[in-house]
């Protein structure tokens, strides 16, 4: 484990797991509740990135998710010919390398991955994937779909909403039937050079983007430690949607995971709809720093908590302004949108 990047806050949810699940309805906070709260307040106004630990996912979960992510990506091309094909209706599936691209204004991504979302609502088709596969993928998104409900509690305080409304994140995560869970590979690069490494026109890994949901919650292996992953800082100019964000190259910080049990959380575009911007949706990307990394197969693991699909996303009224930025808009509606563009590929990998 390293230790990560001093400027990213690191916040416990340990406050939150207690012998009634955390609850903090009806019950006054605790101090330690409204202090994780606070950090959490201070963090998504500056950017949305922060290291997340005790949140009730363990080291051991992680690593044994990791080892069976690896077993389907070292199958051949001819194997995984025979995976379902990613459908971007339901978006679960395995995706080809170098098919989607995050910023459309990029080539594609230099990435593979597989999704899945709750069995209660999609079937998760295993076809073609090693033994037990699926079963350890179900398993690990049981724990993380436990482990958000502490996050959306904790998050309903550090919006300081009224008690009876502590719900709130949690009310739009009834059903569980937008979020993804995806699992992602980076193979190395043959071709890299250091001057090829962040140019507009470069394929990056992944390319600046703003993740579509409420936050997303990411893990790294623990051999390339997320390597390459960069946020960019809100007061470098990052915007809400990451348009545009190709040609301006700099105020981007490294995010190095810590691995383990220690997850890194992002914000996305709809809480900075919720919040009429008071927290931000902060632009990231992947890039390979250096060739030690160009020749090291990168893994990472990405919850992407995108609310339920009829959910209405509007301006909270406690953020509400003479003027709102944003209309209001199913979150289904807008998750589907993102989805489709960055399946718009320019041209070809290189
Ligand atoms: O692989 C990573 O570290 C970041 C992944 C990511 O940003 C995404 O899939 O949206
Ligand atoms: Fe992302």
Redo the contacts with the bound molecule.
């Keep these: 484990m390293n230790g990560g990047n001093s400027e990213l806050p690191t916040v416990s949810l340990a406050s939150f797991i207690g012998e009634c699940g955390g609850c903090v309805v009806g019950d006054e906070p605790t101090p330690e509740q409204r202090l994780t709260a606070g950090q959490i307040d201070a963090v998504f106004r500056r950017h949305g990135f922060l290291y997340l630990t005790d949140f009730g996912v363990s080291e051991e979960d992680v690593r044994v998710v990791f080892n069976n992510m690896k077993r389907l990506f070292a199958l051949n091309d001819e194997e995984k010919a025979k995976l379902s094909k990613f459908d971007p209706r339901t978006n679960t599936g395995f995706s080809k390398f170098a098919t989607e691209a995050?910023n459309t204004l990029r080539p594609p991504d230099l990435?593979e991955?597989f999704n899945i979302r709750s069995r209660k609502h999609y079937t998760n088709d295993y076809t073609g994937t090693p033994e037990g596969f699926g079963d350890v993928a179900e398993s690990f998104w049981d724990k993380l779909e436990e482990a958000s409900r502490r996050l959306f509690i904790a998050c309903a305080l550090a919006m300081k909403l009224p008690r009876e409304d502590m719900r709130f994140f949690e009310r739009t995560f009834r059903r569980f039937d937008f979020s993804t869970l995806?699992m992602?590979h980076?193979p190395p690069v043959e071709d890299f050079s250091p001057d090829k490494l962040t140019r507009d026109g470069d394929a990056l890994?992944?390319g600046e983007?703003t993740?579509f949901g409420m936050v997303?919650l990411?893990f790294?292996d623990a051999e390339s430690a997320?390597e390459?992953?960069q946020v960019k800082k809100a007061d470098a100019g990052a915007g809400n949607d990451a348009s545009g964000v190709a040609g301006t190259n700099t105020g981007w910080i490294d995010?190095i995971?810590r691995g383990g049990a220690t997850a890194?959380v992002?914000t996305g575009a709809l809480i900075a709809r919720w919040t009429n911007d008071e927290w931000r949706a902060t632009a990231?990307?992947?890039v390979v720093p250096n060739d030690a990394a160009a020749g090291r197969d990168?893994y990472?693991l990405?919850f992407?908590l995108d609310p339920d699909k009829d959910e209405v996303i509007e301006t909270h009224p406690r953020f509400s302004d003479a003027v709102d930025k944003y209309k209001p808009i199913t979150s289904g509606g807008f998750v589907q949108m993102k989805i489709e563009e960055m399946l718009k590929v320019q041209g070809k990998a290189t």
Excluded: P, Q, Y
């Design positions: 995050l990435k991955s995806r992602l980076f890994r992944i983007h993740d997303t990411l790294h997320g390459g992953l995010a995971s890194i992002n990231h990307r992947v990168r990472s990405a992407f």
